[in-house]
């Protein structure tokens, strides 16, 4: 069975930087692609970014330029460096497996890491 674990996640200012980190479990993400997604409040969930097998990156219009998405597939761990956070990057961060057109592969999701930001 196939788990994810988000954490990261805390209230900052505007224009501040965090790192969140995601760890799988019960599935190598050596040869998957894997992604980040986040859903504000009182929003349907969006599609952050994703990172392909090869290490090429996707992103979200609206964090292109502040979001950087890595992986460490020794570690079978996800990562996402947000810089110049804005208010509206507030929301649940979860993680999962897919690419970007394929989208969230597992229909059942982490508890997520919430990310507050104050104007």
């Known amino acids: 069975q196939v788990h994810m674990m988000e954490s990261g996640g805390t209230a900052v200012q505007a224009g501040e930087s965090l790192n969140l980190s995601c760890t799988f479990t019960?599935?190598?993400?050596?040869?998957?692609?894997v992604g980040w997604y986040r859903q504000a409040p009182g929003k349907a969930r969006e599609t952050v970014a994703t990172?392909?097998?090869?290490?090429?990156?996707s992103y979200a219009g609206a964090v292109k330029g502040r979001f950087t998405i890595s992986r460490d597939n020794g570690a079978n761990t996800l990562n996402l460096r947000m810089e110049n956070l804005r208010p509206e990057d507030t929301g649940v961060y979860y993680c999962?497996?897919?690419?970007?057109?394929?989208?969230?592969?597992?229909?059942?999701w982490g508890p997520g890491t919430q990310v507050s930001v104050l104007p």
């Open positions: 999962n497996f897919g690419g970007w057109y394929e989208g969230p592969r597992f229909p059942t």
């Open positions: 019960g599935l190598d993400m050596t040869l998957e692609p």
């Open positions: 990172i392909s097998i090869i290490h090429w990156a």
